[in-house]
């Protein structure tokens, strides 16, 4: 071979470790996305569930949900589901948010009282509950997407994490609450 027909292979070697480079990042940004979609889509679920007028049976709805989420993104990511671990692991995770969890239980007690008690209450659960769901989310993203699984999830080392995407997750939720609402 000559010089001109090597330097034509290497460039052709070259464009086509790009165009792999750029594939293999397209895949993973569009499974990222899915991923996100699935907890988007928990998380209006979350918010509908807040607007529930029965005390107390809303947040056994959310709980539901984001079982139901982590379920999902288990499969997603083809990491193993257990529910009885899955319950545990979440309880744990959101152990760590103790005023936000006594500011719903008591949103949601509110509901009792019937008016300004309901929709304050259920307006509160809503948020609340949309937010949870997004931190819960994210946090399990993270995780799975660091090829973790179920078995090793260690709730302590997210906290900060969580506690982080709770505060975002608020403002997602008021966006989200305002789309579904308008």
Request: aromatic share 8%; charged share 20%.
């Amino acid at each position: 071979m000559d010089n001109e027909q090597t330097e034509l292979l290497d460039d052709l070697m070259t464009q086509l470790s790009h165009s792999q480079v750029d594939l293999v990042m397209s895949t993973s940004m569009q499974h990222y996305n899915e991923a996100r979609n699935i907890v988007k889509n928990h998380v209006v679920a979350g918010i509908s569930m807040g607007l529930i007028p029965v005390a107390l049976f809303d947040i056994a709805a959310l709980s539901t949900n984001q079982q139901l989420m982590l379920r999902s993104l288990c499969r997603h990511y083809n990491v193993d589901y257990d529910s009885h671990r899955g319950k545990l692991l979440i309880s744990s995770l959101l152990s760590g948010s103790i005023p936000v969890l006594l500011i719903m239980g008591l949103s949601s007690i509110s509901k009792f009282v019937p008016g300004i008690g309901t929709l304050g209450g259920s307006s509160s659960v809503a948020l609340l509950g949309g937010a949870l769901t997004y931190a819960t989310g994210q946090t399990f993203i993270k995780h799975f997407s660091e090829k973790g699984s179920l078995e090793d999830f260690m709730p302590e080392q997210f906290s900060d994490f969580f506690n982080n995407e709770l505060k975002k997750g608020k403002e997602f939720t008021k966006g989200i609450k305002s789309e579904v609402i308008a």
